[in-house]
């Protein structure tokens, strides 16, 4: 179920764990068979290990990061992660009033991509 939280931007309400996440942190997950649920990914990354009999899998969460550019513009960043069978997909991205910012927005992108490679860097 879609609401919208006090700063406008879209949460939903895990169908596992009852937890109101950011809609970007969501996943439809099943099957046509036996329908889907609205799962936050840290219940998706279980269910996917379950379902791989993979009982020793670490779910780990990265904390947001905020970084400056240089005309003095905070940009936050957010970290997704989820289990795809045998390998585990880390997605960053940029969050803007609590909404991704667009792939199409390039500049962004190219300033995320410089960041966050420095972020990797140390």
């Given at each position: 179920?879609?609401?919208?939280?006090?700063?406008?931007a879209n949460v939903t309400r895990c169908e596992a764990?009852?937890?109101?996440?950011?809609?970007?942190?969501?996943?439809?997950?099943?099957?046509?068979?036996?329908?889907?649920?609205?799962?936050?990914?840290?219940?998706?990354?279980?269910?996917?290990?379950?379902?791989?009999?993979?009982?020793?899998?670490?779910?780990?969460?990265?904390?947001?990061?905020?970084m400056t550019d240089c005309a003095g513009e905070a940009h936050?960043?957010?970290?997704?992660?989820?289990?795809?069978?045998?390998?585990?997909?880390?997605?960053?991205?940029?969050?803007?009033?609590?909404?991704?910012?667009?792939?199409?927005?390039?500049?962004?992108?190219?300033?995320?991509?410089?960041?966050?490679?420095?972020?990797?860097?140390?």
């Amino acid at each position: 179920m879609r609401k919208e939280d006090a700063h406008g931007a879209n949460v939903t309400r895990c169908e596992a764990c009852g937890t109101a996440v950011p809609g970007y942190d969501v996943v439809n997950y099943g099957s046509i068979a036996a329908g889907y649920r609205q799962l936050c990914c840290q219940c998706f990354n279980s269910e996917v290990a379950s379902a791989q009999g993979l009982e020793h899998f670490e779910n780990c969460r990265f904390d947001q990061v905020v970084m400056t550019d240089c005309a003095g513009e905070a940009h936050e960043f957010h970290f997704r992660t989820r289990l795809l069978g045998s390998m585990v997909a880390v997605d960053a991205f940029e969050v803007k009033r609590g909404d991704p910012v667009p792939k199409t927005d390039l500049a962004s992108v190219r300033v995320a991509d410089r960041r966050l490679e420095r972020l990797m860097r140390g």
